[in-house]
């Protein structure tokens, strides 16, 4: 059995928006398109509004089109620049979620919280400066995504402009963009990092609005989700088959919206293999091991009372 190849439910739940995300932007960027071919073909506004007026579902009415091709550039620029927002957005929250299954295995099995003195201002936060603390009160170096960390910075400086700056190019960002290692790091992106396609970065200028798209908002999440994976896998190898195991349990029995609530299989024991095995995907799953360290742990009654609680509120 190997657990470094499955998933906490931090890790599924950024993952499962990573792709909503991905599809989301598509089909936006889809309607922009279709919309961008009717303009350039000669259809009015007029007919547009017409077609659109049927649907009765665009709030406040049609938009006053004064400029048709300016407002569809600028519709483009904000999907990306928003696309980019929610990305970082997610991958804070996994950041916090993650590092709260850590925590939660930790006071569970007594070893205490992780040593912050290293962590520097709590009031900080900088998405970069989370992930080197987060690398380094676990011991390991951020080396590990050295292959990614340029298009990265890149992505964290963008974002920064997006939010604080009104998506208005900044310097930080600009030094970014200049980086030397970026080039490099975009030469051997799919090697090392098994992407099927390179990040699609925009060059910057100080002081002018990111000329962002689909395709940036794309490149973020994709990388996002490539720090995720490692720290992911990090946090695995120090939670162990016990932690992986306290953690699946309590995902799925003990806490306040449990998953056996969802989809509850006809035991405890079913419903534990079913989450180990397809939810969170561990590899060569050996339910015998698993429910041994469940035993270990002294769980198993506990999570058999509220298996039997959960089935009982369904009938």
């Known amino acids: 059995m190997d657990i470094m190849t499955g998933n906490t439910e931090a890790i599924l739940r950024y993952h499962r928006f990573h792709e909503r995300l991905n599809r989301s932007l598509k ?21 547009i509004k017409q077609r659109v007026d049927t649907r009765g579902d665009l709030w406040g009415g049609m938009p006053d089109w004064n ?3 300016e407002d569809v550039a600028f519709a483009v620029r904000d999907l990306g620049q928003a696309g980019v927002a929610r990305a970082f957005s997610a991958f804070d929250l996994f ?3 993650i590092a709260g299954e850590l925590a939660s295995w930790r006071d569970f099995s007594g070893a205490g919280p992780i040593d912050k003195s290293d962590v520097g201002d709590p009031d900080d936060n900088a998405i970069e400066d989370k992930v080197d603390r987060f690398y380094s009160r676990l011991g390991a170096s951020r080396t590990r995504i050295s292959d990614i960390w340029a298009v990265y910075r890149y992505f964290r400086f963008a974002r920064d402009c997006i939010v604080h700056r009104e998506g208005i190019a900044s310097s930080g960002l600009s030094a970014a963009a200049e980086a030397p290692e970026l080039k490099p790091t975009l030469e051997r992106w799919m090697v090392r990092t098994g992407e099927r396609t390179v990040p699609a970065l925009v060059p910057v200028a100080v002081g002018e609005p990111l000329g962002f798209s689909h395709r940036q908002a ?13 720290i992911g896998r990090l946090v695995i190898s120090q939670l162990g088959l016990e ?8 995902r799925t029995f003990l806490d306040e919206q449990a ?13 534990f293999n079913a989450v180990m095995a397809g939810r969170y995907r561990v590899r060569d799953y050996d339910h015998v091991e698993a429910l041994r360290a469940l035993r270990e742990l002294n769980l198993t009654k506990r999570c058999s009372a509220r298996f039997n609680e959960i089935t009982s509120q369904q009938s």
């Open 243 to 250: 932690g992986f195991v306290y953690l699946a349990a309590r």
């Open 27 to 47: 089909m936006q960027a889809i309607g922009l398109g279709f919309l961008a071919d009717e303009l350039a073909a000669g259809v009015g506004t007029a007919a």
């Open 259 to 271: 998953i056996a609530a969802i989809d509850p299989k006809a035991t405890m024991v079913k419903t």
């Open 95 to 97: 950041m916090e979620q």
């Open 218 to 230: 794309l490149a973020a999440s994709s990388t996002l989700r490539l720090v995720a994976l490692d």
């Open 67 to 69: 400029n048709v091709a």
